[in-house]
């Protein structure tokens, strides 16, 4: 009896077990397919995005490329220096010392929505002071200012130098054309303008030009380098000679006043005023050596000799004639011949 029960309790335990493992196999398999149902993925490829046929941002043509390859494209032709010629200089400044700065990016983001053939602007800002600081360095450097014409004694005979004219570069023409050029991105050479400013002297305006001869009395007017006429003149004595040099005409009297010098000769004299026997004449034509000048006499059998106290004396005639035809300021030249 106890060994049939025994039996009886072995196989119980032996069904239960077995029901188990059953059960067991079947959860393993369960979750086995819920971890393959959940791990299961659907991978989607997108096609790069790449700039419009025919779009240019600032001129600069960015068709096909991608965003980043325009932007860097851009920059590139937008940090390019200017090309600035000027009075026969080139000059090549770079942006960024105007402070210029180019939104590339925004530029390119429109350009990406853009349709074909589409010229986006691009948009820069440009500090204005800076640009007028350095027209006025270009202009400090390269204005010239106008030579006069200047006469010399070449072989006792005036040689008068052509004048050079003068220039001064347009700062507002030179200014505006670098902020255009900036904000259009563009590089070719930009020619910067002058205006022309003239000498106040030429050889054709140079006007009368004295040469006295000391040595043979004579004084020859010239028009610039053109003779107009000669005279015969008396001029200084040994003990008084007349200086030897170049002068100017300095004062031009009519009907002048004689004061004595203070010189010797002339101690104890008094003034003469204008009229007959006045030793000046009627013109005084007064040259920048002191007490010294060109003016008429009483006395023309003095003329053609070395006689006088250092004056140019001529005729009286001719020397209001030849007070027509001077202007203070004229060239006056005196040799030794």
């Known amino acids: 009896m106890r060994r049939l029960g025994l039996g009886l309790l072995l196989a119980v335990c032996a069904l239960a077990g077995a029901l188990v493992a059953v059960l067991w196999a079947g959860d393993v398999a369960a979750a086995v397919g819920t971890t393959g149902t959940d791990t299961t993925e659907t991978t989607t490829t997108t ?81 204005g002071r800076k640009v007028r600081a350095y027209v006025a360095t270009v202009a400090k450097r390269l204005d010239r200012t106008p030579q006069d014409s200047r006469v010399v004694l070449r072989r006792l005979v005036p040689f008068v130098s052509k004048d050079v004219p003068g220039r001064v570069l347009d700062r507002p023409a030179a200014t505006a054309a670098i902020v255009a050029a900036l904000r259009d991105n563009q590089r070719a050479p930009l020619a910067l303008r002058f205006k022309a400013t003239r000498s106040s002297v030429t050889r054709a305006s140079f006007g009368p030009i004295v040469v006295i001869r000391r040595g043979s009395n004579r004084l020859t007017l010239y028009t610039g380098m053109r003779l107009k006429r000669t005279f015969r003149v008396a001029t200084g004595s040994s003990q008084y000679p007349t200086p030897l040099g170049r002068f100017r005409v300095i004062s031009m009297w009519k009907n002048p006043w004689w004061y004595p010098p203070d010189s010797d000769w002339a101690q104890g004299q008094e003034p003469i005023p204008p009229g007959p026997g006045n030793p000046l004449g009627t013109r005084w034509m007064g040259i920048s050596s002191p007490g010294v000048g060109i003016h008429g006499t009483p006395d023309p059998a003095s003329l053609g000799y070395s006689v006088s106290h250092g004056c140019i004396r001529m005729a009286i005639p001719e020397a209001e004639w030849l007070f027509t035809q001077l202007r203070v300021g004229a060239t006056v030249f005196i040799v030794a011949v």
């Open 47 to 127: 096609a790069p995005t790449v700039l419009p046929d025919g779009v240019t941002v600032g001129g600069v043509d960015v068709s096909g490329l991608e965003p980043d390859a325009a932007v860097s494209i851009v920059r590139t032709a937008f940090a390019a220096p200017l090309v600035l010629t000027a009075a026969g200089k080139t000059l090549q400044p770079v942006p960024a010392s105007f402070g210029a700065i180019a939104y590339v990016q925004n530029a390119v983001a429109r350009a990406r929505t853009a349709p074909p053939g589409t010229a986006v602007p691009l948009t820069v800002r440009v500090d």
